[in-house]
Nanobody, 126 residues
């Protein structure tokens, strides 16, 4: 499984960005997928996850109500829509995929994800 993240950039606080992750090599129905982020000097943080079934999502508290994760099975893509961005959202964002025995399993830790994209930088200025 290969993942390619894109869509990062620089925006002012309150702005929006949509991250995209193109996935190749497998169909995604048995892969939980997620977005993580890592700011300088900090550990990689789980941001959002979605199950293989596509109907179960989870978010870190700091982004609830502002970020939306979604997946397109037909195009093998994962998205993260981000609105009302804050300076503390600035980080390198990574998409990830991990195989699951059930399409309804949620993966939330780095160790559960085997496949990672290269990261895309998001910078939010105040």
């Amino acid at each position: 499984v290969q993942l390619q993240a894109s869509g990062g950039g620089s925006v002012q606080a309150g702005g929006s960005l949509r991250l995209s992750c193109a996935v190749s090599g497998r169909t995604l129905s048995h892969y939980g997928m997620g977005w993580f982020r890592q700011a300088p000097g900090l550990e990689r943080e789980f941001v959002a996850g979605i199950t293989g079934s596509g109907d179960i999502t989870r978010y870190v508290d700091s982004v609830k109500g502002r970020f939306t994760i979604s997946r397109d099975g037909a195009e093998n893509r994962l998205y993260l829509q981000m609105i009302n961005l804050k300076p503390e959202d600035s980080a390198v964002y990574y998409c990830a995929a991990g195989w699951t025995s059930s399409t309804r399993v949620m993966l939330t830790t780095s160790a559960q994800y085997r496949h990672w994209g290269q990261g895309t930088q998001v910078t939010v200025s105040s």
